[in-house]
């Protein structure tokens, strides 16, 4: 089954200690990204990969980090959290932004607390 | 730069209800339109979509035509169910000019509520 699948789910921790979001599509995608979604903001970008070794800063970048290492897998770090970064992540992918029209595919979503 | 529109919810209606969300749109080219569906606790998923102008898409009874002229792509459903309860959003596809890709921009989403 075509999907993207995010980890962990649900996630509560303390501010200051290092998390990694985890995402993985079996898509063959080039494009990947990930949004966090907020209460009457919609969602916002924080991050987009082109392809491998390819990825760039999106609308709201500062706090994170990601990396894309293989095609399938585009995780997404906090190095250091701060409560401002409690939110509902989500991933995408779409198998390329080059060409117009292209839908993306999102993963169900991880809700993270920083306490 | 692009931005949506889409009208503040939440959206109560009664079951067999006519459904309008309205969403508005500003770009500097020529976007693509969708409209993508969010259930509880799940990932947004595709609903229908429009590439250039007076296109309609539709699917699973919900259809929105791309208007250029009043730069709109409306949703509608000529009689929506309980299950329809979600949050929509309208997002805009359009090429970057610094770049050869296109950048999404959504909407805020309208939550619909439908009670029977």
């Known amino acids: 089954e075509a999907q993207v699948t995010q980890n962990p789910r649900y996630l509560i921790t303390v501010t200051g200690k290092k998390l990694t979001v985890t995402c993985s599509q079996n898509m063959n995608h080039e494009y990947m990204s990930w949004y966090r979604q907020d209460p009457g903001l919609g969602l916002r970008q924080i991050y987009y990969?082109?392809?491998?070794?390819?990825?760039d800063k999106g609308d709201v970048p500062e706090g994170y980090k990601v990396s894309r290492k293989e095609k399938r897998n585009f995780p997404l770090i906090l190095e250091s959290p701060s409560p401002n970064q409690t939110s509902l992540y989500f991933c995408?992918?779409?198998?390329?932004?080059?060409?117009?029209?292209?839908?993306?595919?999102f993963g169900d979503g991880t809700r993270l607390s920083i306490l | 730069g692009d931005s949506v529109t889409q009208m503040e919810g939440p959206v109560t209606l009664s079951e067999e209800a006519f459904l309008t969300i309205n969403c508005t749109y500003t770009?500097?080219?020529?976007?693509?339109l969708f409209w993508y569906v969010q259930y509880p606790g799940e990932g947004l998923q595709l609903l229908l979509k429009?590439?250039?102008?007076?296109d309609k898409g539709s699917n699973k009874g919900f259809e929105a035509t791309y208007r250029k002229e009043t730069t709109s792509f409306h949703l509608e459903k000529g009689s929506v169910q309980v299950s329809d309860s979600a949050v929509y959003f309208c997002?805009?596809?359009?090429?970057?000019?610094?770049?050869?890709?296109?950048?999404?921009?959504f909407g805020t989403g309208t939550k619909l509520q439908v009670i029977p």
């Open positions: 770009a500097t080219g020529y976007p693509s």
């Open positions: 997002a805009l596809s359009d090429r970057v000019s610094s770049g050869g890709y296109q950048k999404v921009t």
């Open positions: 429009a590439t250039k102008a007076d």
């Open positions: 990969s082109m392809n491998v070794e390819v990825t």
């Open positions: 995408a992918s779409s198998p390329t932004q080059g060409i117009p029209g292209q839908p993306q595919h």
